[in-house]
């Protein structure tokens, strides 16, 4: 097995999530009023290995929506669907060194990478766009129930509504960029957008989301029913964009201190691929200035502390 001694694992891991709980700075995320109203205790974190060993501590039955954890499986779906050339004639492979939400495009005036919103929702648009907008969402649940092996993946109805009512800055993107031809000719923008916002309204806990995570690791492979997801490939460059671009303005830093793929989203929701090891996730609402959750990053830094898991450790 991939962590031989799982106990003793189990037990130091266990006193990392209580070393990180005292951390309680940071606020919630207000721009979605929905998200404004979630308990800001909220403290969990789950395993899975890529032999399927599982852990959780904390409140890992609790729901929360993806937000922008969704934004590395719809990239990672379409890779698989359309492959990398196509995805990428849409969108950059760059770190924006913005904010997650601005009104930027990169110097050929595409979104600099999927990771951040305008890059997102390009992608979106790429998803079965002749389909109608239900098969279409069809399509991306099942992808991400596939990727969590048929765990809890559920839709939160009221953080989308929420979420869409107050979106003018993601509509501001997305027409900024239909202005630059962005999208593939005929998108619908509104539809794409609908798509975007539910994909974020997605609903997991951390013991699902933690298989999701471990699906990367293993290659797109689902460690508890052995099904392929999505190929090799399209996980390699996920995971690559994930280094340089899961952690919005702080990317540069975690993967300097972390060195692991990771990504997090404005619910407080995070997950952590160790490459053909293990997938973390991890949930505590209350967010740093750069949008990432609090308790979360402390939490990675000292796991690495105590495990040699940063990748380039003992080269
Ligand atoms: N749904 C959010 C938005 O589009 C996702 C952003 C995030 O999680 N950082 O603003």
Same mark, same amino acid.
């Given at each position: 097995l991939i962590v031989p001694d799982w106990p003793s694992f189990k037990k130091t891991v266990g006193e990392l999530f209580e070393k990180a709980r @005292?951390?309680? %700075?940071g606020n919630l995320a207000t721009y979605i009023p929905q998200l404004a109203? *979630? %308990? $800001? &205790?909220l403290w969990s974190v789950s395993i899975c290995t890529v032999d399927g060993q599982r852990a959780s501590w904390g409140d890992h039955n609790v729901p929360f929506c993806l937000q922008s954890v969704a934004k590395p499986f719809n990239y990672a779906a379409a890779l698989n669907l359309l492959g990398v050339d196509y995805v990428h004639k849409y969108v950059g492979q760059e770190p924006s060194g913005r904010f997650f939400n601005e009104i930027c495009l990169d110097a050929d005036k595409k @979104?600099?990478? @999927?990771?951040?919103n305008a890059g997102a929702i390009v992608v979106t648009s790429l998803l079965n766009p002749k389909e109608g907008l239900s098969d279409r969402f069809d399509f991306i649940l099942k992808t991400m129930r596939k990727f969590a092996g048929e765990q809890f993946v559920s839709f939160k109805n009221s953080v989308f509504l929420s979420e869409r009512e107050t979106a003018d800055r993601n509509y501001a993107i997305s027409y900024y960029m239909r202005e630059h031809n962005?999208? $593939? @000719?005929? *998108?619908n923008l509104v539809e794409t957008l609908d798509l975007y916002f539910q994909s974020c309204s997605i609903s997991v806990n951390t013991d699902s989301l933690a298989v999701m995570a471990a699906t990367l690791a293993n290659g797109g492979v689902? $460690?508890?029913?052995? &099904?392929?997801?999505?190929s090799n490939r399209a996980v390699r460059d996920t995971l690559s964009l994930m280094l340089s671009c899961g952690m919005y303005d702080y990317s540069g830093q975690f993967a300097f201190k972390v060195g692991l793929p990771a990504k997090s989203g404005v619910s407080g929701d995070m997950m952590i691929v160790v490459p053909n090891c293990m997938g973390i996730a991890i949930y505590s609402p209350r967010l740093d200035q750069f949008g990432n959750t609090v308790r979360g990053v402390k939490f990675a830094e000292h796991l690495v502390e105590s495990y040699n898991l940063h990748h380039y450790d003992s080269l």
């Open positions: @005292p951390y309680k %700075d109203r *979630t %308990d $800001p &205790e @979104p600099h990478n @999927p990771m951040v962005c999208f $593939p @000719p005929n *998108t689902c $460690p508890l029913n052995n &099904e392929r997801v999505v």
